[in-house]
């Protein structure tokens, strides 16, 4: 098994488990990036794993991805890499579950909401904060439409609200929200359920639900990427937010 020092990851009794583990809110940088990479890459040709399990360390799932990794010319390969988790997320062959405890914000956010199911606890919140900074998210701009009401979606994503785990799961971007002291109860309940049913029919339905979708995410993705690196983050007002972030100190828009 191959040793990871961002996340963990193991397969056991047919259950895949990536655990994000770069405290103290598991920012996601190039290195973590890479390494969720080489996990779900792994998955790719495993015929007898039911179900992957994603969920975090510490008591927040992920603030997102590491503005450093914004900068310069890490913005380019941040953004392929980041990209990449998604359409492997798409391939792999076991249906995905997200665990949320704490905030999932940005780049955690998209990865929670992307998996196939979502659980969250009670005191999980979710947000696509990126608006605040100028820039916007790629991935949610794609699938929450796809997920809750287009008008829902553009609250989300022009306003950077964060919202809480309730109104996710009555906007539709999360399938449940337990105590927390009922994860793990409610976790096991849904693996038993998938580890009754044969690996080959989860992964044929998959391809099924994604045939149209995965065609519709990769076009559309491409699209949304090439905005973003070729207009986006030339911008002024881009390059302030990130910086102002850095400098703890509130942006100063030119609005170009």
């Known amino acids: 098994m191959t040793r990871f020092s961002t996340i963990e990851f193991t397969i056991q009794d047919r ?3 990536l655990v994000l583990n770069r405290l103290p809110v598991n920012v ?6 890479e390494e969720i990479c080489a996990g779900l ?3 790719l040709n495993q015929s007898d794993v039911n179900a992957l399990v994603i969920r975090a360390k510490g008591k927040v799932f992920s603030a997102g991805v590491a503005i450093e990794d914004h900068l310069g010319e890490k913005t380019e390969p941040m953004i392929h890499l980041f990209h990449k988790m998604f359409h492997l997320l798409v391939q792999i062959p076991c249906p995905s579950i997200a665990v949320v405890e704490g905030a999932a914000l940005g780049g ?3 990865i929670a909401t992307f998996c196939d199911m979502t659980i969250a606890t009670k005191n999980a919140k979710f947000g696509q904060p990126e608006i ?3 820039l ?4 949610s701009i794609v699938s929450f439409p796809l997920l809750t009401s287009l008008n829902r979606a553009k609250e989300l994503l022009l306003t950077g609200e964060t919202i809480s785990a309730e109104k996710a799961y009555e906007w539709g971007l999360i399938n449940r929200v337990v105590d927390p002291d009922a994860v793990e109860s409610e976790l096991e309940r849904l693996l038993e359920n998938l580890r009754n049913k044969s690996a080959a029919a ?3 339905t998959r391809v099924a639900i994604h045939r149209g979708l995965a065609s519709t995410f990769a076009a559309s993705i491409g699209e949304v990427e090439q905005l973003y690196l070729q207009q986006l983050m030339n911008t002024n007002d881009a390059q302030e937010g990130l910086q102002s972030f850095l400098d703890k100190r509130q942006p100063k828009w030119v609005h170009s």
């Open 108 to 110: 955690g956010c998209e």
């Open 41 to 43: 890459t792994s998955l």
């Open 132 to 134: 605040n900074l100028g």
């Open 28 to 33: 996601l940088n190039i290195e973590m990036m």
């Open 136 to 139: 916007f998210p790629p991935v």
């Open 15 to 17: 259950v895949a488990q």
């Open 202 to 204: 989860l992964k044929l």
